[in-house]
């Protein structure tokens, strides 16, 4: 079934890969706002199914453009594709996107393929036997200090989407650690983790075809993955944060406050904090204001001193296996 999956996934690869030469005459398609399908997508999606049918035809099919509108309805095999992640990064000819294809059979996630066709990286898991990079089994990283750690994350995007509440996040975790990265393809992401590239990851709006085939990758490299209240449940709960288990734990401490399943003391002081006056610096995220004021106190030392240096078949429900500072002077770049 994996070599089935790959096979899938790279024939998809070819597409996009031929699409990118000239990714200008690509017809592109708005399904909401700043949210993207192209013709691309839609024929890298039927390349894969046509695979994955020929060789089992009483599976079911869960995808990203078609729903569950092929395959068999009530199977206990379910293949779940996103065709290409990262959809906006492809028409814009930035090289990170990716094809994923998980497999759950009875509801947990045992195979998973997320293929890079810049790169022709192919990720994949099986249940139990690891997790491999063309070949090479790989591991997460074994960093135990979140002040140490690279960590990725996506930016919301969509109307609705709670951007002040991600912002407040956004700026408790830059405080907390060596950099932040947004790639802008959350299976990719997943991956990358899996390898040890980045140490870590959080997102929320995610769908389960964004991060099923991500989340055995995780897992059998020796990571932890789930919800931002560290619930391992989470493919259809919109939220996931991963990385290797010590980091999880410090990240799931910064990060469960924002949770929809956070203690509702928790929700109350997240949706005062996003209340404060535009401009302003919320009193309930001392760790933010902290972080601002330190980056202007340095700037403005830097300038003094200037000779020194400074240092998401039916959608089912699947398991995954396994005091604040004076008002400082803002710097324009962290605004």
Same mark, same amino acid.
């Given at each position: 079934?994996?070599? /089935? ?8 690869? %070819? ?7 000239? /990714? ?18 839609? *024929? ?15 599976? +079911? ?5 078609? +729903? ?7 199977? $206990?095999?379910?293949?779940?594709? $996103? ?24 509801? *947990? ?18 249940? +139990? &036997? ?8 790989? &591991? ?18 969509? =109307? ?53 085939? +991500? ?8 990571? !932890? ?9 989470? !493919? ?27 203690? %509702? ?40 001193? =200037? ?29």
């Amino acid at each position: 079934m994996l070599n /089935v999956a790959i096979k899938a996934a790279r024939a998809a690869g %070819a597409i996009i890969n031929r699409a990118a030469l000239d /990714v200008e005459s690509v017809r592109i398609s708005v399904k909401q706002t700043n949210d993207f399908v192209t013709e691309v997508d839609q *024929k890298a999606e039927e390349a894969i199914i046509e695979t994955l049918l020929t060789a089992y035809p009483t599976h +079911g099919i869960l995808a990203e453009e078609s +729903g569950s509108e092929h395959g068999a309805k009530e199977s $206990d095999f379910v293949w779940i594709i $996103d065709p290409l992640d990262g959809t906006t990064n492809f028409i814009h000819g930035f090289p990170v996107y990716c094809v994923s294809i998980a497999l759950a059979v009875r509801g *947990k996630v045992e195979q998973a393929v997320v293929y890079d066709p810049t790169r022709n990286d192919i990720f994949c898991a099986t249940k +139990g &036997r690891g997790s491999y990079m063309n070949d090479r089994r790989i &591991r997460v990283a074994k960093r135990t200090r979140l002040q140490e750690c690279l960590i990725s994350t996506g930016f919301p995007y969509r =109307p609705g989407d709670k951007l002040k509440s991600y912002l407040n996040m956004l700026g408790e975790v830059m405080s907390q650690c060596a950099g932040v990265r947004r790639p802008g393809a959350a299976a990719l992401d997943l991956a990358y983790v899996a390898a040890g590239f980045s140490d870590g990851f959080f997102e929320t709006g995610l769908q389960p075809w964004d991060v099923a085939a +991500g989340s055995l990758l995780v897992t059998e490299a020796g990571g !932890l993955i789930g919800n931002f209240t560290g619930e391992s449940e989470f !493919l259809h709960e919109n939220e996931c944060v991963a990385a290797n288990p010590r980091i999880y734990g410090q990240m799931v401490t910064t990060l469960a406050k924002y949770s929809k399943f956070a203690v %509702a003391g928790d929700k109350a002081r997240v949706r005062q904090a996003t209340r404060a006056p535009e401009g302003s610096l919320p009193e309930a995220d001392d760790v933010v204001a902290d972080a601002f004021a330190a980056a202007a106190t340095t700037e403005a030392s830097t300038e003094a001193a =200037p000779e020194k240096t400074t240092l998401t078949a039916k959608a089912k429900r699947i398991k995954p296996i396994g005091a604040a500072k004076p008002a400082a002077a803002v710097p324009d770049a962290l605004l």
